[in-house]
């Protein structure tokens, strides 16, 4: 049956040796909205988002994304995903890289078309036949949510995107963002800093590999009773996991 969340996780473990990265986790996110993933360095983010993709596979529990089990590779074409670190051909040209990610993603459509409204959306239209080696960081940061977005999937899971942009890029990444949700698209998108949770519609606190609280900010503020998100996460930390 066809529900109206983008993303269902059940109870999902994921172990690395000793390590608990995920601790029974769950969380549902409804299409269309940006859900902010909040935590701090280690508490899983990054392991919760490759489960998302389908390239962990949990040990135990479940990942339904758009209606379906992950791991699936049917499903590739429809999921964009922005890594944590730059994951780009440095000897390939902007344009190149984002071909690739074209092909790899299974995009049928006119490539060239669809290739050209990314580079104008992240404002590197000029700089198509640069070497990704030859670009700053900033820049290589854009180039890789042009490929997480090429292939205009229906779910874009973006692992800390704004870290290392510019305040202006910054403001052009989330515009740009909330028009995707305009047209349902969902987003998730994860930080280890509190600046731009107000940005998200909904926020999971994550810690430990657990879920600590989630809702929207204001309402996780007024739950803590605190005045700021930081604060608000540390009260919950203490009071430890829901689930
Ligand atoms: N491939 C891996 N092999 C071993 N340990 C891992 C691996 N991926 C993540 N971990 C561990 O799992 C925990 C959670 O990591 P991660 O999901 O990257 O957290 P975050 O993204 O929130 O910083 C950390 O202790 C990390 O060292
Ligand atoms: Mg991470």
Not at 114 to 124: K, M, Y
Request: glycine share 8%; net charge negative; aromatic share 6%.
């Amino acid at each position: 049956m066809s529900t109206t969340n983008a993303v269902e996780i059940t109870n999902v473990h994921k172990h690395f040796g000793r390590i608990h990265a995920l601790r029974g986790l769950s969380l549902n996110i409804e299409r269309g909205m940006t859900y902010g993933l909040l935590g701090p360095n280690g508490a899983g983010k990054t392991t919760l988002i490759r489960s998302i993709m389908g390239l962990v596979e949990p040990d135990d529990g479940q990942v339904k994304v758009l209606d379906t089990v992950m791991p699936d590779k049917d499903i590739m074409g429809r999921v964009g995903y922005m890594t944590q670190s730059i994951a780009l051909y440095e000897d390939l040209t902007v344009q190149q890289n984002v071909a690739f990610f074209a092909a790899m993603y299974g995009l049928e459509d006119d490539h060239a078309q669809a290739i050209r409204e990314v580079l104008d959306l992240i404002d590197l239209a000029d700089r198509a036949d640069s070497r990704v080696r030859e670009l700053s960081g900033g820049m290589q940061r854009r180039v890789s949510l042009a490929c997480a977005l090429v292939h205009r999937p229906d779910v874009v899971v973006l692992d800390e995107p704004t870290v290392g942009v510019d305040p202006q890029l910054r403001v052009q990444f989330w515009d740009h963002f909330h028009r995707l949700n305009a047209q349902g698209v969902t987003l998730i998108v994860s930080s280890h800093v509190m600046d731009e949770a107000e940005r998200c519609d909904r926020l999971g606190f994550v810690r430990h590999g657990t879920l600590l609280a989630e809702g929207s900010a204001s309402e996780l503020l007024e739950r803590a009773g605190t005045p700021t998100l930081e604060e608000a996460f540390l009260k919950y930390a203490e009071q430890g996991p829901t689930q």
